[in-house]
């Protein structure tokens, strides 16, 4: 057999959603009920780093997670690979003398190792980076000539929130009309440098994997909250408005109170499903009263939070004096070896670079 193997590495920054998507219309092609806005954080802290590889004496494809086989049977990967494998053009690699005609990549295997540098599945949006980073990586590797916005909607049907990972900055996912998902994919709102006096904290409470998928999750509140519909329809269209706004204009005060409003509601719709999910924990009831109490002794807003599908806290602080501030309160509530279960604190440096 030949010899030869053609690879390509790519990073991918994770995003956290600061209007939340919660909710399919339909599970296969990853329709969701409502837009979700997200900042992309910068990938020192949290990111996915895939390398792809195609080679003639492959011969099937497959997958390493962290160093760990996984298996790629399942329909979002199969998606994903075949919406890409579709799109392939001829490569040549003339450095190393590799010819890759746009029909070879039919029968061409691959192997793919992806490495996250924070915890999987803690509810640190793993599946977002990871996703993302699948589709970028093979979309370069093939030499698909598709822009970021057709390639986040690929991205899409692997994670949906990994629509948004494909910019920096602030990003949309516009739900979209179409039955074919066409028109379900991320547009940026703003690029990194936009609003670069934030900093984002990320109080890691438990890097212990969520109990209840994002999966099973949403189709359970799908099912059985009414609360859901009311959120999807009269909540979130005129939020996005206002977070659009917010974030044109750097009004931290209304982002804000955006951001906090919107994870509190998501969390108040897992609890209105039947049975009740229940994602953030004691510890992280106590963050969210203590800068809640903070934000109103200032008078104004110094630190928005978000959580996602598990108790892990998001803290964005509008500059950077109000994000030591931060640091120390937390430090002061949750001191090193206490009784809670927060271990960690990442610090995003440089606030939402890609
Ligand atoms: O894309 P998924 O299936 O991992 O779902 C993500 C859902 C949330 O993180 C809770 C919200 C969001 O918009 O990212």
Known sequence: ?????????????????????????????????NDSISVTLDPDHLCTITTVAVSPSFDRDRMWLNGKEISLSG??????????????????????GIKIAKKDWEKLHLHIASYNNFPTAAGLASSAAGLACLVFSLAKLMNVKEDQSKLSAIAR??????????????????????????????????????????????????SRQKETSSTTGMRETVETSLLLKHRAKEIVPKRILKMEEAIKNR????FAQLTCADSNQFHAVCLDTS???????????????????????????????????????????????????LLQRLLFYFPPNSDTD?????????????
């Open 157 to 206: 049907q692997g994670s949906g929130s990994a629509c948004r990972s494909l910019y920096g900055g602030f990003v949309k996912w516009i739900m979209g009309k179409d039955e074919d998902g066409r028109d379900s994919l991320a547009v940026q709102l703003a690029d990194e440098k936009h609003w670069d006096d934030l900093v984002i904290i990320i109080a890691v409470v438990s």
């Open 75 to 96: 329909g979002r990967f199969q998606s994903c690979l075949r919406e890409i494998r579709s799109r392939a053009s001829d490569v040549e690699d003339e450095e190393n």
């Open 275 to 325: 049975p009740p999910i229940f994602y953030m924990n004691d510890t992280s009831h106590r963050i969210i009263s203590i800068v809640e109490k903070w934000n109103r002794s200032e008078g104004t807003p110094q630190v928005a939070y978000t959580f996602d599908a598990g108790p892990n806290a998001v803290m964005i602080a509008r500059d950077r004096k109000a994000a030591t501030l």
């Open 342 to 354: 927060l271990n960690n604190y990442i610090v995003g440096d440089k606030s939402i670079l890609q």
């Open 1 to 33: 057999a030949e010899k030869w193997v053609h690879m390509v590495t790519a990073q991918t920054p994770t995003n956290i959603a600061v209007i939340k998507y919660w909710g399919k219309r339909d599970e296969t092609l990853i329709l969701p009920v």
């Open 251 to 254: 009004d931290f005060t209304s």
